[in-house]
């Protein structure tokens, strides 16, 4: 039984924890644009130069919502009707697991008298367990090449990873749920 009660500890952990790899998206536009007459897109170098991220996860973010515009039809131009740029943050999150139940476990109560401990059949206690990990916001910024006004912002907000392989996918995954939002109006493609 102790076992039990322990397995499913663990089990409801890792539920929590992978529950939190969700992307949340948030979306802001200007109501009086016409998004339709965006037909193609350049790179906002001085504003991407800003972000405080590395140069290949810059790189990496600018290929992901390139090729999403691109699949939405728009096409990369030096003369474009909107610039790209973004904007990035991160937080340290903290979390403390504290594993206080547990029925059979050590705790108040024992097989004696009074207020002993031991293996007992009360509620116990073990050791709190702390778990770090990082949440980063993208920020993606369309703005109008003439007027030089944001008309568009998409934010992605989800926890990131330093593994390659998984910071490559999930960076596109971060772009690609952001972009699903653009233009203003349609209904996402599946």
């Known amino acids: ?9 663990v ?34 170098k001085n504003g991407i130069d800003k972000a405080e991220i590395s140069d290949l996860d810059k790189r990496r973010i600018l290929r992901a919502i390139e090729a999403e515009l691109i699949n939405k039809g728009m096409t990369k131009s030096e003369n474009p009707d909107i610039l790209i740029s973004l904007f990035t943050k991160s937080n ?16 108040w109560g024992g097989w004696g008298p009074g207020w002993g401990m031991g293996p007992g059949w009360g509620w116990g206690w073990d050791q709190p367990s702390v778990s770090t990990s990082t949440e980063g916001q993208l920020y993606i910024d369309l703005i109008d090449a003439k007027s030089h006004e944001l008309v568009w912002q998409g934010l ?10 998984k910071k490559e996918t999930l960076i596109k995954e971060f772009v690609a749920q952001i972009m699903a939002e653009y233009p203003p109006g349609m209904e996402p493609k599946k």
Request: glycine share 8%.
């Open 92 to 107: 340290q999150r903290v979390d403390v697991y504290n594993n206080t139940w547990g029925y059979g476990a050590w705790g």
């Open 11 to 44: 089990v409801l952990i890792a539920v929590i924890l992978t529950s939190c790899n969700s992307i949340k998206v948030a979306t802001d536009y200007d109501q009086n644009k016409d998004f339709s007459t965006y037909k193609t897109f350049a790179f906002f």
């Open 156 to 165: 992605g907000t989800g926890f990131l990873t330093q593994n390659r392989e």
């Open 1 to 9: 039984m102790k076992h039990l009660f322990k397995i499913l500890s």
